[in-house]
C-alpha cells in the first residue's frame, strides 16, 4: 500500500506537541484521524477550540472527540480536581501534582481501538521526555511498551506503530521545528491554569516559555 494510502490516529490536545506531531503526520503522507479529549480538565473548552481550529488547519475531515466523566470522578490531579492548585512555583523532583492518573495509557488504549476500526497504521502522540519530570506517561520506554501491548490485543492482521517523534526534542528545538513546518503557534495553548489568557506560571507555561526564548522568538499567545 503506498504511504498516501495510509491513516494515522493523532491524539490532538490543542497543544504545541501534539500539534507539530500531526503535522509532522501529515507531512509524511499520512491521512489525519484526529482525536481529541475533553476529561474535565480546567481549560477543558479552550483546548477543544484550539483542537477544531488546528483540524481545520490541517484539513481534517474525520476527527473524534471524547468526553470522559472518569478523570473527574477520580481527581488525584490539579488538572482534574478543583480542590488542588496547580503548582506554579517551578518545576520540582517527583511526580507533579498536574499528573493524571495513567491518562496516555487510557488514551492510547481508546486511540488503538479507533486505529483499529479505521484501518490506521499508525498512532501520533506529542509526548517529550522533557515534559516527563516525574510523568511515568511520556517516556519512550513506556510507549513502546504500550505499542506491544496494543499489538498483542488487537486482532492478527492489525499492526499498528506509535509515532512519538518529539520524545527527545528539546521545547526550543520543538518551537523550531513547528517555525520550519509552519505550524499555528498562535492557535495552539499549554496553560494549565487559564482559558483566556496563559498564567505565565504553571509548569507547562514555564516550560514552552522557556522554549520560545532559548529559540530567540516570540511566543504568539497572550500571558497575564
Known sequence: ?????KKAVCVMSGGMDSTLSAYMMKNSGYEIVAVHFNYDQRTQNKELECFHKICD?????NKYVLDLVFFKQLGASALTDKNIEVPTEGLKDGVPLTYVPF???IFLSMAAAIAEKEGAEAISIGVVEEDSSGYPDCT???IKSMQSSIN???K????IE?????V?????QIVQKALELEVPLSLTWSCYKNEDEACGMCDSCRLRLNGFKIAGVDDPINYK
Open 162 to 166: 506509535i509515532k512519538m517523534p518529539l
Open 57 to 61: 488547519t490541517l484539513g481534517v475531515i
Open 1 to 5: 500500500m503506498d504511504i498516501k494510502n
Open 156 to 159: 492478527d492482521e492489525t499492526n
Open 152 to 154: 498483542l490485543g488487537t
Open 140 to 142: 519512550e520506554e513506556y
Open 103 to 105: 491518562r496516555n495509557g
Open 168 to 172: 527527545h526534542l528539546q521545547k526550543s
